[in-house]
């Protein structure tokens, strides 16, 4: 189902954020509910769960049933956190 999910995220939605220098991936998947990061200028955006639900929710919803539901995760990527680490021990 994640490679579904992908492919749909590449193919319909990822185009979409592209105008807005942003995109959407799959962070979980689990009991027919997807979690999904925003990236880039969408992950910071006021309006990104208005974007996930108009945009990402329903696309992945109308071409995946077996999605039942989509949600924002906004927990912080540990690439991010890597990044900080680093930058807090002055190793980068």
């Given at each position: 189902?994640?490679?579904?999910?992908?492919?749909?995220?590449?193919?319909?939605?990822?185009?979409l954020?592209?105008?807005?220098?942003?995109?959407?991936?799959?962070?979980?998947?689990?009991?027919g509910?997807?979690?999904?990061?925003?990236?880039?200028?969408?992950?910071?955006?006021?309006?990104?769960?208005?974007?996930?639900?108009?945009i990402?929710?329903?696309?992945?919803?109308?071409?995946l049933?077996?999605?039942?539901?989509?949600?924002?995760?906004?927990?912080?990527?540990?690439?991010?956190?890597?990044?900080?680490?680093?930058?807090?021990?002055?190793?980068?």
């Amino acid at each position: 189902m994640k490679e579904k999910i992908n492919k749909v995220l590449e193919e319909k939605v990822n185009p979409l954020l592209a105008s807005h220098n942003g995109a959407a991936i799959l962070s979980e998947y689990e009991n027919g509910v997807a979690k999904i990061r925003l990236t880039g200028a969408c992950s910071s955006c006021p309006s990104a769960q208005y974007t996930l639900e108009d945009i990402v929710k329903s696309e992945l919803m109308e071409s995946l049933p077996e999605v039942k539901d989509v949600v924002l995760d906004t927990s912080v990527s540990p690439d991010l956190l890597e990044m900080a680490n680093k930058i807090l021990h002055k190793k980068i």
